[in-house]
């Protein structure tokens, strides 16, 4: 149960309105030529601390994919020696660190809305997210979903998607769709202005006597048209006595 029903709010009255994205920053890797695999590291963990469970998960896939490499996106470990090899660790710059890998994996603690996951797919990148949080909701079917802290499911996963390039493709083909029609800046905007328009046409404000000092305070639809009565048919300049 989510918190929305502990709290005892009415399902028919709450709407969702995610935040927004400005997509300009992003429009260049996103509508990139994906016919070749992109350069640089294969793998791109972003959105969080790293978690142990990504070594092992790194060493099984490298098992079967010796070339692959991992570039952690973000602050690095806290033992440099812990750090195993074909990995590359750097701090976020922007939408490059997403153009640098055919996956994007998202971090094992998610708190609140994924950002890093929404900047992924307005990048085109097929993702490999943990289940938990609003991953599902977010994603919408566009990725792949793992148990948590899942070191077999999360290289299962990464080496389904490294192995099909065509597949890889069309999610991140589904994740920029997804992304450019709920995460932008403008639909933020856009939902925002409905509930407000939606609050104030259920909930009118009447002033049963307004304020002059405060601008439009009377309604124009509240004031009572003038009667105009057959004398004063005609104004006095048409010759009327």
Do not use: K
């Given at each position: 149960?989510?918190?929305?029903?502990?709290?005892?709010?009415?399902?028919?009255?709450?709407?969702?309105?995610?935040?927004?994205?400005?997509?300009?920053?992003?429009?260049?890797v996103g509508e990139a030529?994906?016919?070749?695999?992109?350069?640089?590291?294969?793998?791109?963990?972003?959105?969080?601390?790293?978690?142990?469970?990504?070594?092992?998960?790194?060493?099984?896939?490298?098992?079967?994919?010796?070339?692959?490499?991992?570039?952690?996106?973000?602050?690095?470990?806290?033992?440099?020696?812990?750090?195993?090899?074909?990995?590359?660790?750097?701090?976020?710059?922007g939408p490059e660190d997403?153009?640098?890998?055919?996956?994007?994996?998202?971090?094992?603690?998610?708190?609140?809305?994924?950002?890093?996951?929404?900047?992924?797919?307005?990048?085109?990148?097929?993702?490999?997210?943990?289940?938990?949080?609003?991953?599902?909701?977010?994603?919408?079917?566009?990725?792949?979903?793992?148990?948590?802290?899942?070191?077999?499911?999360?290289?299962?996963?990464?080496?389904?998607?490294?192995?099909?390039?065509?597949?890889?493709?069309?999610?991140?083909?589904?994740?920029?769709?997804?992304?450019?029609?709920?995460?932008?800046?403008?639909?933020?905007?856009?939902?925002?202005?409905?509930?407000?328009?939606?609050?104030?046409?259920?909930?009118?404000?009447?002033h049963t006597t307004p304020?002059?000092?405060?601008?439009?305070?009377?309604?124009?639809?509240?004031?009572?048209?003038?009667?105009?009565?057959?004398?004063?048919?005609?104004?006095?300049?048409?010759?009327?006595?």
């Open positions: 149960m989510c918190i929305r029903d502990r709290c005892g709010a009415e399902r028919s009255r709450l709407r969702t309105v995610y935040p927004g994205t400005d997509a300009g920053p992003y429009e260049a030529d994906e016919s070749a695999p992109p350069a640089g590291p294969a793998l791109v963990w972003a959105g969080g601390p790293v978690e142990p469970h990504l070594w092992e998960a790194l060493a099984l896939v490298r098992a079967t994919e010796p070339g692959v490499r991992l570039r952690v996106v973000g602050a690095p470990p806290d033992t440099a020696g812990a750090v195993p090899e074909g990995v590359d660790v750097r701090p976020a710059r997403y153009a640098a890998g055919a996956v994007v994996l998202l971090s094992g603690a998610v708190d609140g809305f994924p950002a890093a996951l929404t900047e992924a797919m307005f990048c085109g990148r097929a993702t490999v997210s943990p289940d938990v949080g609003a991953v599902r909701e977010v994603i919408g079917g566009t990725g792949l979903v793992v148990p948590p802290r899942d070191p077999t499911a999360l290289a299962d996963a990464c080496l389904a998607l490294l192995g099909d390039p065509a597949r890889r493709a069309r999610l991140g083909a589904a994740a920029r769709a997804r992304a450019l029609e709920l995460f932008t800046v403008d639909q933020n905007v856009s939902a925002f202005g409905a509930l407000y328009l939606e609050v104030l046409s259920r909930a009118p404000v009447h304020d002059p000092a405060v601008p439009f305070s009377h309604a124009a639809e509240g004031t009572t048209p003038l009667s105009v009565s057959p004398r004063s048919a005609s104004p006095t300049w048409a010759g009327r006595p």
